[in-house]
């Protein structure tokens, strides 16, 4: 089989003889990887998503840091009382000051596709279902989880919860 490449014919054969590079630079002379976690770096930076978290950066600081942290603070902390409400046992330590807060279920992954059906977006890590608000979500989204995990209480943990359950 041969294949063409600006007009110059390589068969797999010839391949095996063509210097191994890195990018333009023979392997022989390239430069000695970074001593850091940069030598882990390959291919282009994604410059173009640079510009859209530049924008994200402006919003969060045009509306503050500290009224968004507040904000999730508040909806995370009405989260955990509701579930609490509901008898859910919560995995996340009642202290936690950032916006994931896991709750402990007997199925997590039929639950997560169960509020995906709802166009509600969480994650599972093994027993636990993982639900994070940011600045953007509201209360009515906190109470929308909320009553979707009433009406799927038969797949999470529900009970008393002690140290050794988290």
Avoid: W
């Avoid at 490449?5 to 054969?13: D, V």
Wanted: charged content about 20%.
């Amino acid at each position: 089989m041969r294949m063409t490449t600006n007009g110059a014919k390589i068969s797999p054969s010839s391949c095996c003889r063509l210097p191994v590079k890195l990018g333009a630079i023979p392997a022989a002379s390239a430069p000695p990887l970074s001593p850091t976690a940069r030598k882990f770096e390959a291919g282009t930076p994604a410059i173009p998503n640079i510009y859209g978290a530049i924008k994200g950066i402006e919003l969060l600081q045009e509306i503050g840091l500290d009224e968004v942290a507040a904000h999730i603070a508040h909806l995370t902390a009405e989260f955990m009382r509701g579930a609490r409400n509901l008898g859910v046992q919560i995995k996340t330590p009642p202290d936690s000051v950032g916006p994931l807060t896991v709750v402990k279920c007997r199925d997590s992954e039929a639950l997560v596709a169960k509020l995906a059906a709802k166009g509600i977006v969480v994650s599972n890590r093994k027993d636990g279902l993982r639900v994070s608000f940011h600045v953007y979500n509201t209360t009515e989204d906190v109470e929308a989880v909320l009553d979707a995990l009433k009406a799927n209480l038969d797949l999470l943990a529900v009970g008393q919860t002690t140290t050794s359950d988290v």
